[in-house]
C-alpha cells in the first residue's frame, strides 16, 4: 500500500467567509456543487436584474457585456482568447455541437470515450450514431496510455477524455493523449468538469482541438453555465448542425435568406442564449482566480492528506494524492456513510466509492470532524 502524501501545513486559510454554507456539518461537495459566493447576489442584481428593470428589451447590450466579463474571466483562469470561448447550456450540448459539425466518413467514424466518463457525456456520444458516427469504450484504467493505443488507427475520428473522472478521481494525461491524438489526425475533446478550479489548466500548453466544462462544481458557479473553446486552427471545420442567430458571424441581421457561422467560438452559441447563469457564474470565477488555482489545490491537497493521517493511512485505492483530482474517492461500507449522515457530513456515494472533497470553505476542523466520525463507525 503506497502512503498518501506527507501531511503539508495549510496553504490557504478557510474562505469560508467569502461563501454561503449550506446548513449542516462539514460541505464536501465542491465535485457536485460548489457554494455559493456570497457576491453572486449582488452581481445578479446589477448585471442581470438591473437592466431588465430599467431598460427591458433595451438591456441586451448590458447582459451580452456580462457574458462578454464571463467569457474574460475563462481566459484569465484557463488561457486563450476571447474569441475562442462560447457560453454553452451544458457539458453534454457542447460535445453534440462540437461533434455534430464535424464530418462523418463512413471509414472513419468512431468516437473513443473511457468506460469511466461521466455518463452524460457517453448519453451524447452514442446519440450521434445517428449522424453515422460510433462510440467505443475505452476499458480499463484511463490514465495508461496503453489503453488508448486504438488512438492510432485509422477509423478513429474524435477522442472526448476527461482530465478527471468522477467516480474514481483518476487524473487521465491530458497533454501526452492529445498529443497522441494530434499526431494522427484526430479530434480531441478534453472535458474538465471535475478538473476546472481545483487543477491548474492552460488550453494553450495542450494538444487538443476543443475543452468543455461547467461552473457548477470546483468554481462554484452554480448551474447551467457551461463553456467550449475551440483551437483557432479547427474553428472553421466545424459547423455545427444547431444552430441560431447567435451562431451568425451577425446576429442581429435579421434576415432570413443569409446565414454565415461566427467566424470563432461563438458558432457554437446556438439560439437566443441565457444571462443569468453566466453572470452568477463570473463571481465564482473570479473568487477562484484571486486566490488561484494551485493554492487551491494545495489547501485540499493538505486536508486530504490530513484526514488519511488521522484514518491511519490503510485506505484501499488510494495512492499519491497527485495522481488524483481534488476529490478522495473512498471505497467505504455503509457503516461509515451512515456514521457521516449521523455527523451532518455532506458527501455523495457513486456505486462502491463515497465522495469527498475538501473546498476553499473547509479547514481543519472539518477534516477532523469527519475523521471522528469515521472513528466511531469503525469503533461500532
Not at 32 to 42: E, I, N, T
Not at 263 to 272: C, I, N
Request: net charge negative; proline share 7%; glycine share 10%.
Amino acid at each position: 500500500m503506497t502512503d498518501p502524501e506527507p501531511r503539508k501545513e495549510t496553504a490557504v486559510p478557510s474562505a469560508r467567509h467569502l461563501f454561503h454554507l449550506p446548513v449542516g456539518g462539514p460541505y464536501l461537495l465542491a465535485h457536485s456543487v460548489g457554494c455559493l459566493p456570497r457576491a453572486a447576489r449582488d452581481s445578479a442584481d446589477q448585471a442581470f436584474f438591473a437592466p431588465w428593470e430599467t431598460a427591458g428589451g433595451e438591456a441586451w447590450p448590458q447582459w451580452l457585456g456580462a457574458i462578454d466579463a464571463f467569457r474574460s474571466a475563462l481566459v484569465d483562469l484557463f488561457g486563450g482568447e476571447l474569441q475562442q470561448w462560447c457560453p454553452q447550456p451544458g457539458v453534454s450540448a457542447a460535445i453534440s455541437r462540437i461533434i455534430s459539425g464535424l464530418p462523418c466518413r463512413a471509414r472513419r467514424n468512431v468516437i473513443l470515450i473511457s468506460e469511466h466518463a461521466f455518463p452524460s457525456v457517453a448519453y451524447a456520444v452514442e446519440g450521434l450514431a445517428r449522424l453515422g458516427f460510433r462510440m467505443e469504450l475505452v476499458t480499463g484504467d484511463p490514465s495508461d496510455l496503453s489503453r488508448w493505443r486504438r488512438l492510432g488507427d485509422p477509423d478513429i475520428a474524435v477522442a472526448v477524455m476527461m482530465h478527471v473522472h468522477s467516480n474514481t478521481g483518476i487524473l487521465s494525461p491530458v497533454a501526452e493523449l492529445t498529443a497522441m491524438a494530434k499526431a494522427h489526425g484526430v479530434f480531441s475533446i478534453v472535458d474538465i468538469a471535475q478538473s476546472g478550479g481545483i487543477l491548474p489548466i492552460s488550453v494553450d500548453a495542450w494538444d487538443a482541438d476543443a475543452v468543455v466544462g461547467t461552473s457548477v462544481k470546483w468554481l462554484s458557479g452554480g448551474p447551467g453555465a457551461c463553456f467550449a473553446w475551440i483551437a483557432p486552427d479547427v474553428t472553421e471545420r466545424i459547423m455545427p448542425m444547431e444552430r441560431g442567430w447567435f451562431s451568425h458571424v451577425h446576429p442581429f441581421e435579421m434576415d432570413i435568406h443569409h446565414f454565415a457561422f461566427a467566424p470563432d467560438a461563438r458558432r457554437l452559441w446556438g439560439g437566443t442564449p441565457s444571462v443569468a447563469p453566466f453572470v452568477i457564474a463570473t463571481v465564482g470565477l473570479r473568487t477562484v482566480a484571486e486566490v488561484g488555482v494551485p493554492a487551491i489545490r494545495a489547501h485540499n491537497l493538505s486536508l486530504s492528506g490530513r484526514l488519511l493521517a488521522r484514518m491511519g493511512r490503510d485506505l484501499p485505492e488510494i495512492g499519491p494524492l497527485a495522481r488524483f483530482g481534488g476529490t478522495l474517492c473512498l471505497a467505504l461500507d455503509e457503516h461509515h456513510e451512515a456514521a457521516l449522515r449521523a455527523g451532518g457530513v455532506r458527501f455523495d456515494r457513486r456505486g462502491p466509492r463515497l465522495r469527498l472533497s475538501f473546498g476553499l470553505w473547509n479547514d481543519e476542523a472539518d477534516v477532523d470532524d469527519v475523521a471522528d466520525c469515521l472513528r466511531l463507525a469503525k469503533l461500532g
